[in-house]
């Protein structure tokens, strides 16, 4: 499933576990070498912008939660930031019909776990923690950020402790990589001995001094200011090769830069494009630049005219100067998109149809719709001019120069597009809160998403996902429907957990996507992390940067 992207940094902060593109892994910028007066030996210093609001895992809302979670925290499965591959943590293997783990009707997922892991107090952890984490997802008292994956559960069983199978209401691929995984929203495992007793968990001192399995313990958390955390030597993966991880708040990334120069701060988490205009040039700091399953795009309303037809979606499209986009604003950091899965991805699709930038091109299609230029240029149609408003969260400073871009663009196929900024609190609010991309009150909308490692996107292009009244939780907001191509393929993409059929599936539907543009999809980021270079080890994957802290050192 995808989430869309809020954030105010660029794209460094989402509505729900912003962490998460090129054809490449990671890829390192600016390498020197050497630490600097500043380095310390074995603590890794950490300068991240926002403050968490809880240390809870079940309860995460930002990508910096998610990060500091995985910290003291496991999850089931995560992903290998080297090689991309599903990999298990707390459990032995990952599930697949071929290992027994996925049965054959595909209602059955069985998870193996490791034997003697232990929580941060000594009690031992067992699959029944696995089956009340569960429990507390869907309990409705909690304020978890989503549900996905976790609502298709029918039942847990525990048959012993180093067991749990999860018995879903109907087949639903994604579950592998979702639950307890590298979803969007991802969720670490949570101790039920310490937590069952209280019928919520948003208000309890869990939140300020966790207890996990992970490889880090929380020593303390001064609000504010820092976190620092302490090596868990019992940990499960192996004795940690750092001693001591000290999180310090620092909101301004310019006070964050100067630190990381000066050896200060080892790592600045999830910089803003922005700032990365200023590493590239910058000696003595090593950037990588890390694989996000995640695009920028311009959404299409096409329940609208003009826009419900192709020819003038297509049309945008060929105005719009994507590689210009991407040169101007993340300075080389983000990859071209034309479609929504990114190329890292098993199910990117490459065989795409393509729109490069030709103005020409983008004029021959409106004419074909019945658009011609009038005396000042701009397209009229029975004496109309072709005006469609170009809207945008007014917090995102990089969405803002994108916006501003692409107008000039469209002006020059003789597309007039006024611009209308929105708060983020009502441009994402809910269908019965009036959000403007809820409701379908826009005409074309610069916006973000993200999501997890699976590839899951029908919630955005399924005809029963249009937000409307009995189903105001439908997030797709272009409107774009298409029941016998479209939902025939995603059905197809979900039911079946064999790779190749959902790969072939994935195919048709990237395919669709680039015939039809419901959404002109402009880039995809890549995260840049900058780090001093005596950081080692440090391999993020596409969702969380944490999954191999065990293994850094300094």
Not at 75 to 104: C, F, H, M, W
Not at 517 to 540: H, S
Request: proline letters at 7%; glycine letters at 6%.
């Amino acid at each position: 499933m995808r989430r869309l992207v809020i954030g105010a940094l660029a794209c460094a902060l989402s509505v729900s576990a912003c962490t998460k593109v090129g054809d490449q892994s990671a890829t390192a910028l600016s390498v020197s070498t050497g630490g600097g007066a500043g380095t310390i030996p074995g603590e890794l210093r950490v300068a991240i912008q926002r403050a968490p609001n809880t240390l809870n895992p079940i309860l995460a809302a930002n990508t910096t939660e998610g990060f500091l979670n995985r910290l003291s925290f496991d999850t089931l499965l995560s992903v290998d930031g080297r090689t991309k591959k599903t990999i298990p943590i707390l459990a032995t293997e990952v599930p697949s019909v071929t290992n027994g783990g996925i049965s054959q009707d595909g209602l059955t997922i069985t998870y193996h776990l490791h034997d003697g892991v232990k929580w941060h107090d000594g009690v031992p952890f067992s699959s029944k923690d696995v089956k009340f984490t569960w429990q507390a997802m869907m309990n409705s008292a909690n304020n978890v950020n989503a549900r996905v994956g976790y609502e298709d559960v029918q039942s847990v069983d525990t048959p012993n402790d180093t067991t749990v199978v999860f018995h879903l209401k109907h087949k639903f691929a994604p579950f592998v990589n979702t639950v307890f995984a590298e979803s969007d929203d991802p969720v670490c495992i949570i101790p039920e001995h310490l937590l069952a007793k209280y019928p919520n968990l948003n208000k309890i001192p869990f939140n300020q001094q966790p207890i996990g399995t992970g490889a880090f313990k929380v020593a303390s958390w001064v609000r504010g200011d820092h976190i620092e955390l302490v090596a868990n030597d019992d940990y499960f993966r192996g004795k940690p090769k750092l001693r001591r991880i000290f999180v310090r708040e620092i909101p301004d990334e310019n006070t964050s830069l100067n630190a990381l120069r000066t050896h200060d701060v080892d790592w600045i988490f999830e910089a803003s494009p922005q700032l990365y205009k200023q590493l590239k040039t910058l000696p003595g700091i090593t950037t990588i630049l890390n694989d996000q399953p995640q695009t920028l795009g311009m959404q299409m309303n096409t329940s609208r005219a003009p826009l419900n037809d192709v020819r003038v979606r297509r049309a945008i499209a060929y105005a719009v100067d994507k590689q210009s986009l991407v040169d101007k604003n993340t300075a080389g950091s983000a990859v071209v998109a034309w479609a929504d899965q990114p190329p890292f991805s098993w199910s990117y699709e490459p065989d795409v149809t393509k729109y490069p930038h030709d103005v020409a091109k983008a004029k021959q299609l409106l004419a074909e719709a019945g658009w011609n230029p009038g005396p000042d240029g701009m397209m009229r149609k029975n004496g109309q001019p072709l005006s469609l408003q170009l809207s945008f969260n007014v917090e995102n400073a990089t969405r803002k120069l994108v916006t501003v871009q692409i107008q000039s663009m469209l002006k020059e196929a003789g597309i007039d597009t006024p611009i209308k900024a929105y708060p983020a609190n009502l441009f994402f609010a809910t269908y019965g809160q009036g959000g403007i991309l809820t409701t379908g009150k826009y005409d074309l909308a610069v916006s973000g998403w993200i999501a997890g490692f699976d590839p899951d996107d029908h919630s955005l292009f399924q005809c029963d996902q249009i937000p409307r009244p009995g189903h105001p939780d439908g997030v797709n907001y272009t409107r774009y429907c298409n029941k016998s191509e479209m939902d025939a393929a995603q059905a197809a993409a979900l039911a079946s957990y064999d790779e190749p059929d959902r790969k072939k599936a994935y195919s048709t539907i990237q395919k669709l996507l680039a015939r039809d543009v419901p959404e002109d999809y402009l880039w995809f980021p890549r995260q840049a992390q900058p780090i001093n270079p005596a950081f080692k080890g440090f391999a993020p994957n596409p969702v969380n940067e944490a999954w191999n802290a065990y293994e850094w050192e300094i």
